[in-house]
């Protein structure tokens, strides 16, 4: 079964770090690029980083550009993101995504569970 | 960056109705879109590809269209089970990948 898991969440004080683990199944993890997505309580869908599948490609949105990492451990099947300088706002459910290439088009498929990254005092 | 809209924010409906939600992008996204559903507690689940395509195991009632700026998602006979979130997602500004901000529909 193709299948991600998500862990790592937890509650954080303001300012600091914590590190989110993704770890994947069922599939050839190297030959995937990956994606997190966020969802802050009851908002909606925020897309925040990307990495290609050796890794030597990354993006994020701009909020938290210079504060998060992506990276990946293609032995281990297994997909990080390095939070810092946390903030309340950065409260939410962190989620990964496979990319998916269906006939020209790239769709997020499947997405783990997701791990409540909660940041507060 | 390729802002993406969805009308309406929300709405209720009753069961076997037609219901349609807009999404609309800030610039073309050729046909480079996709919806999504989610329901409270799970993660989102892949609906169309692609504008149109179906994706697997998901009900014929649903469908896609539109390419461009302008893109639609038709539920043809609404049933208890569709009440979830829907979003749309641009895929055309890889690695960039952009979310409509949702629509909630609610049945009666």
């Known amino acids: 079964e193709v299948q991600v898991v998500e862990s790592g969440g937890g509650l954080i004080q303001p300012g600091g770090s914590l590190r989110l683990s993704c770890a994947a199944s069922g599939f050839t993890f190297s030959s995937y690029e990956m994606n997190w997505v966020r969802q802050a309580p009851g908002k909606g869908l925020e897309w925040i980083s990307y990495?290609?599948?050796?890794?030597?490609?990354?993006s994020y949105v701009d909020s938290v550009k210079g504060r998060f990492t992506v990276s990946r451990d293609n032995a281990k099947n297994s997909l990080y993101l390095q939070m810092s300088s946390l903030r309340v706002e950065d409260t939410a459910v962190y989620y990964c995504a496979r990319v998916l290439a269906v006939a020209d088009s790239l769709l997020f498929d499947p997405w783990g569970q997701g791990t409540l990254v909660t940041v507060s005092s | 960056d390729i802002q993406m809209t969805q009308s309406p924010s929300s709405l209720s409906t009753s069961v076997g109705d037609r219901v349609t939600i807009t999404c609309r992008a800030s610039q073309s996204v050729s046909k480079s879109l996709n919806w999504y559903q989610q329901k409270p507690g799970q993660a989102p689940r892949l609906l169309i590809f692609s504008a149109s395509y179906l994706q697997s195991g998901v009900p014929s009632r649903f469908s896609g269209s539109g390419s461009g700026t302008e893109f639609t998602l038709t539920i043809g006979s609404l049933q208890p089970e569709d009440s979830a979130t829907y979003y749309c997602q641009q895929s055309y500004s890889t690695p960039i990948f952009t979310f409509g901000q949702g629509t909630k529909l609610e049945i009666k």
């Open positions: 990495i290609s599948g050796s890794g030597r490609r990354v």
